[in-house]
């Protein structure tokens, strides 16, 4: 009798182990399924599948990243990942409720705060744009609220990952491995000084450029290492000119004392994390879309700061309401190039052209010009030279890069080396003049002509755009300065040719060559 029960119970229990087994094996198969989903699908069945298994949705969220292979923010783990959310977003809404945000943590303009805004929005897009422009939060002093900007965008931005100092050789492998948005603090102390750190960072601007080489193992094995990603730098003051041309600008200001904003510790974080996975389903509804996306640019800005807006105008134009308008409004001031005269060699090229204008002439000996610019006190060259004037050397070293060489002239009857004003007309007309084409016809009066303090005449040399008080253009005249069609009754050119002799113009004689070097 006692062994007719023990066998029934063993039966049970294994019927039961089995039952068991199948339930374990039937869950085991649920979850696999669930992983292998796309994350839209995930999306649309995680509810369901909880309630058919009796788990939370937290609980299914962890299980089925750890089947994936995701990060879920772990001690060893560097960057979180958050759900998208479970309902399709308002983009504007949503672009507008971080706005919100920001104004009420952060002090900074309006252009800012938009650029800000669409950047944020923009890296949860990073998988399917060509470009990777770098956000750069910089202030002229301590305690602008750079940092406090910085930590916000970490809070909101895909994937984020925060460093306050950093390695090159960290970079390049933490990108490639995490994808993840790289948030930099104190650039200022370290990154002016480290050329390989920037070069890693100027590669990670354009997916059709984004791998840098190491050797890695005993046996040196080279390998690419992909650098293209969202990365924000902070610090003071501004950075290499190559890293800002490659960045949104979001330069910062000490706030005043009536300036009043909640301190971001103590902020709602519920608020931050469901922002970020709305972030995270506008990813998942419109991430193709924005890739795809050729919006209108703004003709006034240049070629590298369309590249760096595109994508953020993309989302503007596809959230619609105001955000079209207010992007490319911030954009244009934040790109402004009449508060900010570019590169050292685009200065440089400003204030030459200032020089010819200030000092009212076409022509500088390479001496002349060097002395018009150390006059101007606010200029960097009186320091360029390690606190030292720059050189006449140097100037011509940086002219070169331009394509504009030193030649021979002739200034008050002595033959040296120097510039006219037209040897710089391309490249005014390609850096400072956004590639307008520089004018054919050019213009003089006939004070220009007659002047005891211009030696010479000389067409080509005059300033563009210059009013014509006697009629007389460049198109007057053939190349050898032969006067085409007489236009003029002040001047009875006809068939002269023109030349500078004394203090105007003159017939040249037949046979004559008086006058010739005057062309110099």
């Not at 190491?214 to 290499?240: M, W």
């Not at 007309?429 to 010479?456: C, I, M, T, W």
Request: charged share 25%; aromatic share 6%.
């Amino acid at each position: 009798m006692d062994q007719d029960i023990i066998a029934q119970a063993t039966c049970e229990h294994h019927r039961e182990r089995s039952q068991t087994q199948n339930d374990k094996d039937i869950t085991d198969a649920q979850f696999k399924l669930l992983a292998k989903m796309s994350k839209r699908d995930y999306v649309k069945e995680r509810k369901t599948a909880a309630k058919q298994l009796n788990i939370r949705l937290g609980d299914l969220d962890c299980i089925v990243k750890e089947m994936r292979g995701e990060t879920q923010g772990g001690s060893g783990e560097l960057v979180k990942t958050v759900e998208p959310w479970d309902e399709p977003i308002d983009l504007s809404e949503l672009l507008s409720e971080i706005s919100t945000v920001i104004d009420k943590h952060i002090v900074c303009n309006a252009e800012v705060k938009t650029a800000a805004t669409l950047w944020i929005a923009y890296t949860w897009c990073i998988e399917h744009v060509p470009f990777a422009p770098l956000a750069i939060i910089t202030a002229p002093e301590m305690q602008c609220g750079k940092t406090q900007l910085l930590d916000l965008m970490g809070r909101l931005s895909r994937k984020s990952l925060m460093a306050s100092g950093i390695t090159s050789a960290a970079i390049f492998r933490v990108v490639d491995a995490q994808r993840p948005t790289l948030l930099i603090d104190e650039v200022d102390t370290f990154l002016k000084t480290n050329d390989e750190l920037r070069g890693i960072i100027n590669c990670g601007h354009s997916r059709t450029s984004p791998n840098i080489i190491r050797t890695v193992g005993d046996n040196h094995e080279p390998k690419a290492f992909n650098v293209f990603g969202a990365k924000v730098l902070c610090g003071i003051g501004r950075l290499p000119d190559t890293i800002m041309s490659r960045a949104i600008i979001l330069p910062m200001r000490r706030k005043l004392s009536s300036e009043k904003v909640t301190r971001l510790r103590h902020a709602d974080q519920e608020q931050f994390y469901n922002l970020s996975r709305k972030l995270a389903r506008f990813e998942l509804d419109y991430g193709a879309i924005v890739g795809a996306a050729k919006p209108s640019m703004p003709e006034a800005l240049g070629d590298r700061d369309q590249d760096n807006w595109e994508t953020l105008m993309a989302i503007a134009d596809l959230a619609g309401d105001v955000w079209p308008k207010i992007a490319r409004s911030s954009a244009l001031a934040l790109c402004d190039k009449s508060t900010d005269k570019g590169t050292s060699s685009e200065e440089l090229l400003s204030d030459i052209r200032t020089a010819f204008d200030r000092k009212n002439t076409r022509r500088f000996t390479s001496v002349q010009l060097l002395e018009a610019l150390l006059e101007d006190p606010e200029a960097p060259w009186a320091t360029w030279n390690r606190g030292r004037p720059m050189s006449g050397r140097q100037l011509c070293c940086k002219l070169r890069e331009f394509d504009v060489i030193a030649r021979s002239i002739k200034i008050n009857g002595r033959v040296t080396s120097g510039f006219k004003l037209e040897h710089f007309s391309d490249a005014f007309a390609r850096y400072l003049d956004n590639g307008k084409q520089p004018a054919d016809d050019v213009f003089f009066s006939s004070e220009e002509l007659s002047s005891p303090h211009s030696p010479s005449v000389e067409p080509t040399s005059l300033l563009p755009n210059k009013i014509n008080e006697i009629g007389v253009g460049l198109s007057n005249f053939d190349r050898g300065g032969n006067v085409v069609q007489p236009t003029s009754n002040l001047l009875n050119l006809n068939e002269s040719r023109l030349v500078g002799c004394g203090n105007g113009v003159s017939e040249e004689n037949k046979g004559s060559g008086a006058c010739r070097e005057e062309w110099l």
